[in-house]
T-cell receptor, first 111, second 114 residues
């Protein structure tokens, strides 16, 4: 099993550009999450999904959108990128909403 | 919603000493409390967890205790080693609307000095 795979690993965006962070898992987990981690800070929940077709907002959803058309994939969309969205983004998955397995992260810089 | 507070934000110990990190949570319906370790530049990884029907759990040099009445739980690392140096996150999960949501504390940066 590859586990949770995120792409890309690094990205630089200009202010106002948009992009999609990809996340896929091969563990047949129902739950998937997107967190952001600012330098020296904790993990803030952006969005989560409890199954295909079901998504909900977390603590910091503004400026982001998600979709969950399949069990495996949970992409995170940034529209109109802003410097405040410079962060490391982690995708995670979980079978029951308890033990979470994290991807390796995407380091995003908005300039 | 759930709020998880974690203390201290940084902790420095000598090799061989014990380290204790504490977390408090706000929602009494929370029922699962994991601890994650994040080494520099790496992803967070689960090291130990505890459910609300258990008061203490131990795994070699690490242990977690839970006080449901006071709504706090703690991570204890004994005989610390330099490789224990990392950021540690606590989290709490509660069931709401039929689904579990996992909320993290702000993290504790632990430095173990030889």
């Amino acid at each position: 099993n590859a586990g949770v795979t995120q792409t890309p690993k690094f990205r630089i965006l200009k202010i106002g550009q948009s992009m999609t962070l990809q996340c896929t898992q091969d563990m047949n987990h129902n739950y998937m999450y997107w967190y952001r981690q600012d330098p020296g800070m904790g993990l803030k929940l952006i969005y989560y999904s409890v199954g295909a077709g079901i998504t909900d907002k977390g603590e910091v959803p503004n400026g982001y959108n998600v979709s969950r058309s399949t069990t495996e994939d949970f992409p995170l969309r940034l529209e109109l990128a802003a410097p405040s969205q410079t962060s490391v983004y982690f995708c995670a998955s979980s079978y029951s909403g308890h033990e979470a397995f994290f991807g390796q992260g995407t380091r995003l810089t908005v300039v | 919603g759930e709020n998880v507070e974690q203390h201290p934000s940084t902790l420095s110990v000598q090799e061989g000493d014990s380290a204790v990190i504490k977390c408090t949570y706000s929602d009494s319906a929370s029922n699962y409390f994991p601890w994650y370790k994040q080494e520099l530049g790496k992803r967070p990884q689960l090291i130990i967890d505890i459910r609300s029907n258990v008061g203490e759990k131990k795994d070699q040099r690490i242990a977690v205790t839970l006080n449901k009445t006071a709504k706090h739980f703690s991570l204890h690392i004994t005989e610390t080693q330099p490789e224990d140096s990392a950021v540690y996150f606590c989290a709490a999960s509660r069931r709401s609307g039929g689904y579990n949501k996992l909320i993290f504390g702000a993290g504790t940066r632990l430095a173990v000095h030889p």
